[in-house]
């Protein structure tokens, strides 16, 4: 972590930035909805993925948002991916779906057998919080 803010702070040195990535789920932190044919379902996220801030973004302390749709395999692991939204455009796509892509899920079994799980829309904001330097 400290390896990690002493970079922050020499992008923006009079200020301590840190970047975050959130998700926005209606109903937890770690699970999202998605369908099994026309059923709805909940699938629980069991890895928080490998996410890195865009430099140029962080640089310039640019913030935004994509939704991606995936597809959870059998397995619990992402098959598909596409982007559905994205604030300010042609900025966050590409690292939002490198990082959805590195995300797990518990895999989703209806009657004890695995199913694929489709439509799940995972939101990810990017967020910098500005904390006081010392």
């Known amino acids: ?61 640019i913030e935004g ?9 059998e397995a619990g ?3 598909d991916a596409f982007v559905v939204e994205a604030s300010p455009p042609n900025r966050f796509e590409k690292n939002a779906l490198k990082f959805v892509r590195s995300l797990e899920y518990e895999p989703y079994q209806l009657n004890g057998v695995p199913q694929r799980v489709e439509r799940v829309v995972v939101p990810v904001r990017y967020e910098i919080q500005r904390v006081a330097s010392r």
Request: no cysteine; net charge positive; charged share 20%.
């Open 1 to 61: 972590m400290k390896n990690i803010l002493s970079r922050l702070s020499r992008i923006a040195p009079e200020s301590l930035l840190l970047a975050t990535v959130l998700w926005v789920s209606s109903t937890s932190a770690f699970a999202e909805t998605g369908f099994v044919g026309d059923q709805q379902v909940e699938v629980k996220r069991i890895s928080q993925g490998k996410f890195i801030y865009p430099r140029a973004a962080l640089r310039r302390e």
């Open 65 to 73: 948002f994509v939704k991606v749709q995936v597809t959870v395999g």
């Open 77 to 79: 692991q992402i098959v």
